[in-house]
């Protein structure tokens, strides 16, 4: 869409005035609420527009929402926005701190983001309240939730309500596993070892561990690792049935 002009003001201004064109939109956080209003009016005509990328049928939910904001910072695998919403990354997980890369990934998040207006879009699950947002994130027009798994510093985690992405997600995850990207230079998935998979949750574990649904709900047998991960399904962070 936009090439990022070298000169930062240029690039802010740019970012201001591309609102009106479904880019990313940067907000002064104090004002955030009441701008957000105005923009919100001036611009529902545009939002309805940028439901290519979020369904039409949302547009309305994403306007009540806001479409992005000014980022804080990054705590762990979140970003707080300096409207005070925190968001969390749809369809994909970030390594939880005792698994391998989480220091790289939470890094390399800060530096995609940092002192960057992002932009957000919505699947039909996109989060808690509207403090705490499920979503995919765009920063510079990179969408980063992808962007994190092709550089293998995130699985992919397809759960009911997050699928719309979930070719591209998944054809970035076998991108980066191939190319050995990030955690996948340390992570191999196997085949012919029998894991659990929880459909619902999208994580797999082992036959063993006490987190795994059970047969009273969506349990599916898996032959390995390799097929949980092309399922979209992560894995558990307690019994850790990648390691
Ligand atoms: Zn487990």
Known sequence: ??????????????LAQSADTGAIMKVDSRSFKKKCVVVAAALGAVLTASSVLIGTDAANEDQRRAPGGEVRRVSGDRIKLKDGRDIEFAAIRL???????????????EKWVNDEGVRLAFDDEWGINDDRLLAYVYANDTFI?????????AF?????GNRKYEAVLLKAQAEA??????????????????FVGDEERAT????????RPGESKAEIQLKGSAEALE???APCGKCRPMD
């Not at 390594?95 to 998040?109: I, N, V």
């Open 145 to 153: 939730n992808e962007r994190l798994v092709r550089a293998g510093l």
């Open 156 to 160: 992919v985690k397809l759960r009911a």
């Open 231 to 233: 399922r979209g399904m």
């Open 177 to 194: 596993r191939e190319e050995r990207n990030g955690m996948w230079t340390l992570l191999k998935a196997t085949s012919g070892v029998p």
């Open 1 to 14: 869409m936009h090439e990022r002009p070298t000169d930062q003001r240029e690039y802010r201004n740019r």
């Open 204 to 211: 797999f574990h082992r036959p063993e561990c006490a987190k």
């Open 95 to 109: 390594p939880f701190e005792h698994e391998p890369y989480a220091d790289k990934a939470r890094h390399t998040l």
